[in-house]
């Protein structure tokens, strides 16, 4: 039998005999949801946010994603400036007292070679619309401990006045302090969960 590629034969390994996606649980402390935008027209601030959970369906064999899903806490958004965070916190930008959580949920998704675009809908301030994420699939492994993960990288980029984010200050030049198009940026490892040793299917 010829080589096979590490990454298949780890995959393969760790999977075998799973005709349905396994369920996995985010690992929050190995992940992270950040974001980017442009400040003065001239530069970038970047960001991200301490508190989240979520779970997904993943086939490595058949590469199909499903029911991915993502809560993160509105007020644990960190720029690394107290006093900004606590302005973005406000009503002026995502409401967090009214608006708690942030929400992402998707269906399915078929990937080719590992990359492929999910389609689901992002809940903001209590507005709901549908985005894309660009994912690529990173891989499987297990740690030291013995838990199995799998890891994604994905994108995507929306305009923050569709979710009522609306605050802006204008400058002399034309320009305007924050830019209206937010760059969401994912790096997601997750956790099989397990029950009596066997992959655990909601």
């Known amino acids: 039998m010829k080589n096979q590629p590490i990454g298949i034969t780890l995959s393969t390994l760790l ?8 369920q996995y649980k985010i690992d929050a402390s190995h992940s992270n949801i950040g974001f980017k935008v442009k400040h003065l027209a001239i530069s970038t601030v970047r960001g991200n946010f301490g508190q989240f959970e979520g779970t997904l369906e993943f086939n490595p064999e058949k590469q199909v994603l499903e029911n991915a899903k993502a809560t993160i806490v509105t007020k644990s958004i960190d720029t690394k400036e107290p006093k900004r965070d606590k302005h973005l916190a406000s009503e002026d930008f995502f409401g967090a007292e009214k608006h708690p959580k942030i929400t992402f949920d998707a269906k399915e998704a078929k990937l080719k070679k590992g990359k492929g675009k999910v389609k689901g809908n992002l ?5 709901t619309k549908p985005v894309t994420l660009d994912i690529e699939y990173q891989g499987a492994a297990k740690d030291p401990w013995g838990n199995e993960k799998v890891a994604f990288t994905g994108s995507t980029t929306i305009n923050r006045k569709d979710f009522d984010i609306k605050w802006n200050e204008k400058l002399d030049n034309g320009g305007l302090v924050v830019s209206e198009e937010v760059d969401i940026i994912l790096d997601i490892e997750a956790n099989l969960v397990k029950t009596d040793n066997k992959s655990k299917k909601s």
């Open 123 to 127: 809940t903001i301030k209590g507005v």
């Open 15 to 22: 999977f075998a005999g799973a005709a349905f996606g396994a």
